[in-house]
């Protein structure tokens, strides 16, 4: 943008916030406008670029009668915010044993819990307190499965299978020795009870996740994606082969179009150049990372090599319409002053800048709640957006919801003064829970006068 008229020690800057609560558009304009995400709530770190000759000084004024501004962007995702967790260790009922799955039955609000150690899937109800909010999980019962690694529910409506569960297990021999692999695919009925074929995988399973229809998937080590239909007995459908460069890792979700968010591993060089996958493979010291890449789901091509430039754990998305339609959340785990932690990334389904410190991703929110160390599944309830973490270390799960809509405010705006006649600004939106949309303006006046 050109800055006429903009003259040395004279600058004036305004960043603009309304709240519409509408979902606003994607983040692009012509005013190279961007948008990143940053903890602990929803912040958008956003840059715009102002044409000007060498600016000494800087004013800022909100709300201001300004000479130009850029078009409007949006700042449209809402936060999540930690609630509540539930379970502790132990053999009984509603307790955990290195819970290491998680999925929820979004028209329900039922959660399933996979208890690997105690071979066993938990089932709990969401418990409202009289505004209606969720406040606590309340056991229900508990069926049998050897080495529960994996679990997801068909949320769909009046097919044969709704309300099915599927495990991710090992045979019942294998279930009984040490690190036992998982390759069978259990089914359960919404009581318990089984449901029928366990499916038989020569590789281990990696994930298993059901689309809005009923259609099953299975992520197996090799890369395949084999898909079922949701009979009784679910039928094989046209398998999918990842095109990934690197190794299967665990995770996998499918969006509302039926594309794939799956685990995978990626080295230095494959994607491209990035300092921040560069230092996290120095940082671990391994030559490769787990990530989690997005596919197409008709062919397995890589549309995102590396959605977050983290290590990461687990995935699940949010694939019933609404406001959060195929917002993706990846657990990641780091160490931080020698401890183990695991937080949460949640992105939208556009993709992202691809800069050097986030990912390909457009990255929402990072958060995360105190004392969750080890990540070992994740879970989205479409219907409320509450996002459950199953933590392997406190054996418990931690509920995070989304953050209750507020007035959206603008924080640390400034300018970077960069090479030539180039000025970078800068600013925070912190849209508090509501779609925003954010506009930079910008003009002439004399700071003195200020």
């Avoid at 009668?65 to 078009?71: T, V």
């Avoid at 809005?212 to 009979?231: K, L, P, Q, W």
Wanted: aromatic letters at 6%; a negative charge.
């Amino acid at each position: 943008m050109d800055g006429q008229g903009v003259r040395e020690g004279d600058a004036l800057i305004a960043v603009l916030a309304s709240s519409d609560r509408r979902r606003s558009g994607d983040g692009r304009g012509s005013a190279q406008g961007s948008l990143r995400q940053r903890s602990p709530g929803a912040f958008a770190e956003l840059c715009g670029r102002l044409r000007c000759r060498s600016v000494a000084a800087l004013c800022v004024l909100l709300g201001a009668s300004l000479l130009g501004s850029a078009p409007a962007l949006a700042a449209s995702q809402r936060g999540h915010v930690f609630s509540f967790a539930f379970g502790v260790l132990g053999e009984g009922s509603g307790q955990f044993f290195h819970p290491s799955g998680v999925a929820v039955n979004s028209s329900t609000g039922d959660v399933y819990v996979a208890d690997r150690e105690n071979d066993r899937v938990e089932e709990f109800e969401p418990v409202l307190n009289k505004e209606g909010e969720l406040v606590n999980e309340k056991y229900v019962k508990g069926f049998s499965v050897p080495f529960p690694e994996g679990v997801a529910v068909d949320s769909s409506k009046g097919g044969p299978s709704e309300g099915d569960v599927y495990v991710v297990g090992a045979t019942k021999a294998a279930g009984k020795g040490e690190n036992p692999q998982d390759l069978r695919l259990y089914k359960f009925s919404s009581t318990g009870g089984a449901v029928g074929t366990t499916l038989k995988f020569k590789n281990p399973i990696e994930g298993v996740a059901v689309d809005s229809s009923g259609a099953v998937f299975v992520y197996e080590s090799n890369g395949t994606i084999a898909g079922f239909n949701d009979a009784e007995s679910n039928e094989p459908r046209p398998s999918v082969q990842a095109g990934l460069k690197g190794e299967a890792t665990p995770g996998l979700a499918v969006d509302s179009k039926d594309n794939f968010y799956v685990g995978a591993t990626a080295k230095e060089g494959e994607a491209g150049e990035n300092k921040a996958l560069k230092g996290l493979l120095r940082e671990l010291e391994e030559e490769r990372v787990a990530v989690v890449a997005k596919l197409e789901g008709a062919t397995g091509k890589v549309l995102l090599h590396e959605l977050d430039y983290e290590q990461s754990t687990a995935v699940a998305v949010n694939d019933l319409p609404g406001e959060e339609l195929d917002d993706v959340y990846v657990e990641n785990v780091k160490h931080v002053a020698g401890e183990q932690v695991t937080t949460v990334a949640a992105f939208s389904p556009e993709a992202g800048k691809g800069n050097e410190a986030e990912g390909e991703g457009q990255l929402i929110q990072r958060f995360g709640a105190p004392g969750l160390k080890e990540g070992d599944g994740i879970a989205v309830d479409p219907a409320s957006g509450a996002v459950y973490v199953a933590d392997g270390a406190s054996n418990s799960v931690d509920v995070f919801e989304l953050e209750p809509p507020g007035t959206p405010t603008v924080e640390s705006v400034s300018a970077t003064f960069t090479e030539g006649d180039t000025t970078t600004l800068d600013a925070q939106v912190n849209p508090a829970g509501a779609k925003t949309e954010y506009q930079f303006e910008y003009g002439a006046a004399s700071c003195a006068a200020v």
